[in-house]
């Protein structure tokens, strides 16, 4: 199941409601998106890498934190 919610969320983009309307449990897509935002400032503290895919580590992820970004309002 966390696979599926992280592959929505981080790879294809989907928002947490559309991801609940895929027959996923609301809970736990809230709790899995809220632990993937609280941990975003890792990546800025990494080293810098090489980039192998859109997904890697350096810029190729970002969310909002000064606004307190909210998945759940789009």
Do not use: H
Not at 13 to 22: E, L, Q, R, Y
Request: hydrophobic share 35%.
């Amino acid at each position: 199941m966390l696979d599926r919610i992280l592959d929505l969320y981080v790879d294809e983009g989907a928002s947490p409601k559309d991801i609940v309307s895929n027959g996923l449990d609301r809970e736990t897509v809230e709790w899995v998106i809220s632990a993937v935002n609280r941990n975003e400032y890792k990546r800025r503290q990494a080293a810098p890498g090489l980039k192998v895919t859109s997904k890697a580590f350096g810029t190729g992820r970002r969310m909002p934190i000064a606004a307190k970004y909210n998945p759940w309002n789009e």
